[in-house]
Nanobody
Framework: QVQLVESGGGLVQTGKSLRLSCAASGSIFSIRTMGWYRQAPGKQRELVAVISSVGSTKYADSVKGRFTISRTNVNRTVTLQMNSLNPEDTAVYYC???????????????WGQGTQVTVSS
């Protein structure tokens, strides 16, 4: 059983910062790409940022220069530092990871339960 557990969401004012963390646990052989997605009310889920197992990153244009994704392979965690937040960043943020479980041959996608981020104007 593999789990992703997020933490760090909340309510902040425009211009402030938040830090989201996600820890993977369970029967894990290796973790490939890890990332963050978000879904605002009435909108489709969208990619925010992803990071490969060797540290390559990709960001949505809307968050470039404001958000930073990082990971620690030893602790199996991925973190999203969000600066200069604005109301358009309000959404439920989901952690995701491509994980190869023990006794498995291929990676599967796993998702966290989501954490609410609300930015007030």
């Amino acid at each position: 059983q593999v789990q992703l557990v997020e933490s760090g969401g909340g309510l902040v004012q425009t211009g402030k910062s938040l830090r989201l963390s996600c820890a993977a646990s369970g029967s894990i052989f290796s973790i490939r790409t890890m990332g963050w997605y978000r879904q605002a009310p009435g909108k489709q889920r969208e990619l925010v940022a992803v990071i490969s197992s060797v540290g390559s990153t990709k960001y949505a244009d809307s968050v470039k220069g404001r958000f930073t994704i990082s990971r620690t392979n030893v602790n199996r965690t991925v973190t999203l530092q969000m600066n200069s937040l604005n109301p358009e960043d309000t959404a439920v943020y989901y952690c995701a990871a491509a994980i190869i479980g023990r006794m498995e041959l291929t990676a599967r996608d796993y998702w966290g339960q989501g954490t609410q981020v609300t930015v007030s104007s």
